[in-house]
T-cell receptor, first 118, second 111 residues
Framework: GAVVSQHPSRVICKSGTSVKIECRSL??????MFWYRQFPKKSLMLMAT?????????EQGVEKDKFLINHASLTLSTLTVTSAHPEDSSFYIC??????????????FGPGTRLLVL | LAKTTQPISMDSYEGQEVNITCSHN???????ITWYQQFPSQGPRFIIQ???TKVTNEVASLFIPADRKSSTLSLPRVSLSDTAVYYC????????????FGSGTRLLVRP
């Protein structure tokens, strides 16, 4: 299957700082990428849909000024957690949508980024 | 978006076949079904995807009845390393496509 990478795999930061997480589709182009967060022993929660060349679409309850998303190219989307606080500590996972045969699409997920805010 | 219902957990033993059934009563015509596997502290891994009837790949089979209101993921001869959470998702084949995760099924494979 297609490969999606994330960087960094884990990050520890101080409260009040900003953290950027990168998501890359390595062997395919993705006009759409998605960002999820996951708390321990819970399911993934969709945060936003990232569209190349346009503004991201955020799910209800997700602060767009808090979680800045940029999708500047067909292979890269970034999530910046601004002024991070301890409650932002979580596992952040991105996914990228791949089209095959002109119609079939599958989402492939990155390995995730563990964020710990002290 | 169609909602899915899966068993919260399942137990099995090494070498057995495991079947996990997912209910999606409100699936729409353009929805297709995808299964993912997730290990702790890792992103979900794609297992299999289908629209109708049966799909098979090197790791699993997916059975979808004619009414498409349910689907069954079949894992042949599981091993300890198959212990994970399995998610069934349905998604639209159009530009509004996004996957909403349910609670998944926690599979425990015992020796």
């Amino acid at each position: 299957g297609a490969v999606v990478s994330q960087h960094p795999s884990r990050v520890i930061c101080k409260s009040g700082t900003s953290v950027k997480i990168e998501c890359r589709s390595l062997d395919f182009q993705a006009t759409t990428m998605f960002w999820y967060r996951q708390f321990p022993k819970k399911s993934l929660m969709l945060m936003a849909t990232s569209n190349e060349g346009s503004k991201a679409t955020y799910e209800q309850g997700v602060e767009k000024d808090k979680f800045l998303i940029n999708h500047a190219s067909l292979t890269l989307s970034t999530l910046t957690v601004t002024s991070a606080h301890p409650e932002d500590s979580s596992f952040y996972i991105c996914s990228a949508r791949e089209f095959r045969d002109g119609w079939q699409e599958t989402q492939y997920f990155g390995p995730g980024t563990r964020l710990l805010v002290l | 978006l169609a909602k899915t219902t899966q068993p919260i957990s399942m137990d099995s033993y090494e070498g057995q076949e495991v079947n996990i059934t997912c209910s999606h009563n409100n699936i729409a015509t353009n929805d297709y079904i995808t299964w993912y596997q997730q290990f702790p502290s890792q992103g979900p891994r794609f297992i299999i995807q289908g629209y109708k009837t049966k799909v098979t790949n090197e790791v699993a089979s997916l059975f979808i009845p004619a009414d498409r209101k349910s689907s069954t993921l079949s894992l042949p001869r599981v091993s300890l390393s198959d212990t994970a959470v399995y998610y069934c998702l349905v998604g639209l084949m159009d530009s509004s496509y996004k996957l909403i995760f349910g609670s998944g099924t926690r599979l425990l494979v015992r020796p």
